[in-house]
DNA sequence: ATTAGCACTCCATTGCAATGAGTGCTAATA
DNA sequence: TATTAGCACTCATTGCAATGGAGTGCTAAT
């Protein structure tokens, strides 16, 4: 027994159905739904079918079918490969982000926040946003400056613009002339060095040639550790929480405070980032459906990503998560676009608005 | 009729119980669990005049009575007078978090963090925490540096060390002579201003300085201009919002969405820090009882904060949300002697760990 | 002033029957 | 041989009435 033509279009017909009502759907409704002409007698034994080859389930005896994990593979894969044939046209929704993209010249970090919030206004579904993750961490720039008597300023910038600052306190004023040698010691030395490749020989060196300035030295090496150390844990931004509460079979109790810690301790959903941006598909989106997710505690939901990338190297997540019956389609396309409007708008100037 | 020491008690059993089992309480109930020795007949007819007095409601006839907006605030009043005399010994909780203060000597954003963390943990409420807000706004420093070819890194510090970075595109490299010019220029300007006194005419005269580079003067007073504005939407740091799943008043879908939107949207909490920001009453510490809250979301909860102060000037706000039977005798000493703790430790290593 | 006692109210629970959507199977049909 | 009509059966849902219990308010007795 296999998938022919005919099951393939009932369980498209069933899922379809089942994405508008959430409820089960019955052999009748199929019956009628299809243009097959086909007696519910007939759809009940193909349903059967289907049933046996794990596409559907039967919540109990006497109920209609749902699908199955497997099915809404099937459905989303096949209509991965029809997407990809269909002109990539702007949705109503993506022409307005794209909109919002232009109009603001804003941080990125803002227009982030802002395009979480639209998409989750516009989808009804939760949406996630990680910040561009940087992976090149070469050192570009390192600065000293006295803020007072006892108190300095350490500017350190690493490629792709991400800038940290810390403040290093003093045992006594330093005059101008040793900041501007320490200065120059530190970006001769540092600068365009991967911060991985800062050994302790490079930093015994340094503090020698720094002499009783040595204890600056450690601290401003502290103040890079950190920068790797806040890399790591990447900035996301979610919206839309609330919408679960529209989608009953993630709103009992239970389920719905699991999702709302794992939406808030965004920790969780780092994993999630994770995954997106090493298990590359080709086309930037994935479709994690029920259990295929990362996340253990979204085990009913799907989760739809795109992967974009601003300048080289700089990349991050959107994310959509809904029930298992979201919308794909629709969902699918608006990320689609959206994440081509991202990719090709901000490769253009260049850095310029990347300031984190 | 007014309230009689009696009247009083059979207030405080009813709340007291309420609080435990979140159930009306009958008469009977209170006339086992009190010390009165009263039978069940009087107290019924207590609660009759307390019903008529205001503090407490009957959801139906036939029901107990559950206690009012007034009859709480009675109680918390009371409650605030008796704890006023207690000697303020650290409880269980507040050790651990005095531990955890002193161990780390991370940035106070990381701190503060984890105390929401810990604070809902050990409260099972929901906790929110707003980092300290800076009133005074002098400008402490100003600084461009050439990045590259193309661009100028502008750092600026305001008073209480918040610190701000700004990438600024050029159209031609600047040499050594001009950036020191340029940076001497800003620093003998405008160092020790108020950001608020910065006005039109020193902008304009700053420019005819600045000659050629008027360009860069005017990138760099908006980049101080977003300094102003940056700090006035206040970070706010939420933790623990699934424990209001934990209270059925609270977990139907309709008030939880809205709890979970305000939470996320952390936008509408910044009206209750104000709120607790402005009026002080001496304690600092603020009860809000349902519908008292500025939160209109919130109606249905009641709010307990605390005003925490750093250094001169640097104040923020912690929040407990919970539902109104909230456990107040624990959450208000639980705030308190974490006040205590934030309003001493940190203002003797004044300033050092306050990088945000 | 307090209390015992009683009638009354109202909610929550339980059991039961009716309903209806849906299935699986069998026998008839094209 | 594939399809369909028909029928018996299952099971969740709904409505309804009965029941019990928690609690009140009132009155009369202490």
Redo the contacts with the bound molecule.
Sequence with gaps: MDLDERKRKILQAIIRNYLETGE??????ISKYTDL??????I??E??DL?ELGYII?P??????IPSDKGYRLYVDQMMLEKEEQLNQATQEVREMQKMLLDREDKVEAVLKQMAKMLAVNTNYATMISAPQVRGNKLKFIQLSRMDARQLLTTIVVEGNVIKNDMIAVDQMLDDETLLKLNILLNTNLNGLPIEEINLAMIANLKQQAGIHAGIIADVMDAVAAVIKDNENVVIYTSGANNIFKYPELADNQRASELITTFEEKQLLNELVQDTLTDESGTGIQVYIGNETPVKTMKDCSVVTATYELEEGMKGTIGIIGPRRMDYDKVISTLKTLKNQLDTIYKKDDGENSGI
């Design positions: 089960p759907v019955g052999s009748r409704t002409n086909l007696s519910s007698a007939t009940r034994n349903m059967s049933e039967q109990h005896t006497s109920a209609g079918r």
